[in-house]
T-cell receptor, first 117, second 115 residues
């Protein structure tokens, strides 16, 4: 069973459209994340949620809105897509996202390749 | 803010040989973790090895080991007996303890293992 699963894996869409990427984890973790990997392969955190509460919100355009219906799911909705949004978006999860327990690891999904044309 | 620097954009090694990937970081923190992640062509991010800053002993995982030099803020990855399946991008990452698991990544090193 896939621990962190994202759908869709590939998405090609036109500028101006609204799209969502879904993420689910079956690890029983309490914290989930969205990372973005740009065309130069640079990885950067966008958001994290702990028990459905937003705890990290980096400088991301407000066209990006995460939604966590429960602690096993974290979806990413993007409005008015732009060419620069083309990237690979990684969902991830960990236990104790407050970082107070040592040794916990972040597990990544396989990524969702978004191409805006 | 923390920064992570990987000075080698690309490296290559012959199968069965040993290769070392470099990583340096800049932080004023004392409690933190360091990671090496592997990203093969499939783009999946796979944890290779983890080091807690308070541990002086270098972490090892089978053919993978690190050389952690806290004073020098250096965290290199050594891959022994390189295999074709080790071909991937390797990312060094830093995480401050208590930072809500916010990972700061380096820009990666593309390692190619040649037959």
């Amino acid at each position: 069973d896939t621990a962190v699963s994202q759908t869709p894996k590939y998405l090609v869409t036109q500028m101006g459209n609204d799209k969502s990427i879904k993420c689910e984890q079956n690890l029983g973790h309490d914290t989930m994340y969205w990372y973005k990997q740009d065309s130069k392969k640079f990885l950067k955190i966008m958001f994290s949620y702990n028990n459905k509460e937003l705890i990290i919100n980096e400088t991301v355009p407000n066209r990006f809105s995460p939604k966590s219906p429960d602690k096993a799911h974290l979806n990413l909705h993007i409005n008015s897509l732009e060419l620069g949004d083309s990237a690979v978006y990684f969902c991830a999860s960990s236990q104790d996202g407050r970082g107070l327990i040592s040794g916990n690891t972040i597990y990544f999904g396989e990524g969702s390749w978004l191409t805006v044309v | 803010a923390q920064t992570v620097t990987q000075s080698q954009p690309e490296m290559s090694v012959q199968e069965a040989e040993t290769v070392t990937l470099s990583c340096t970081y800049d932080t004023s923190e004392n409690n933190y973790y360091l990671f090496w992640y592997k990203q093969p062509p499939s783009r999946q991010m796979i944890l290779v090895i983890r080091q807690e800053a308070y541990k002086q002993q270098n972490a090892t995982e089978n053919r993978f080991s690190v050389n952690f030099q806290k004073a020098a803020k250096s965290f290199s990855l050594k891959i022994s007996d390189s295999q074709l399946g080790d071909t991937a991008m390797y990312f060094c990452a830093f995480m401050k303890r208590g930072s809500n698991y916010k990972l700061t990544f380096g820009k990666g090193t593309l390692l190619t293992v040649n037959p």
